[in-house]
């Protein structure tokens, strides 16, 4: 059974960082692409990040980019999401979620997810 366990989560004023941690266990994790995604209040999960396999291509939606990075260990079987310059609309759960089909932008191809962390950036 696949298991993904986010941390890292909390609470920062506006421009401050935050890195997220996504620890995996279940199958063999260098084989999996990984993701990143958040859901605020009242609207839909939306994609953040994606990280291939080795960890050679990552892909961000256009709000986070040069300022989130994606990236893995696979030896410690975690991904991470490091988070500079937040901004009070990056306050939202963030989920870590693994792929079967490869790197995928957008949330098709997932197969399974995290509980969740919350991320909450007060100006």
């Known amino acids: 059974q696949v298991q993904l366990v986010e941390s890292g989560g909390g609470s920062v004023q506006a421009g401050g960082s935050l890195r997220l941690s996504c620890a995996a266990s279940g199958r063999t994790f260098s084989t999996y692409a990984m993701g990143w995604f958040r859901q605020a209040p009242g609207k839909e999960r939306e994609f953040v990040a994606a990280i291939s396999a080795g960890g050679s291509v990552r892909r961000y939606t256009d709000s986070v980019k040069g300022r989130f990075t994606i990236s893995r260990d696979n030896a410690k079987n975690t991904v991470y999401l490091e988070m500079n310059s937040l901004k009070p609309e990056d306050t939202a759960v963030y989920y870590c979620?693994?792929?079967?089909?490869?790197?995928?932008?957008?949330?098709?191809?997932?197969?399974?997810w995290g509980q969740g962390t919350q991320v909450t950036v007060s100006s």
């Open positions: 979620a693994q792929s079967s089909l490869g790197l995928r932008v957008g949330n098709v191809g997932y197969d399974y």
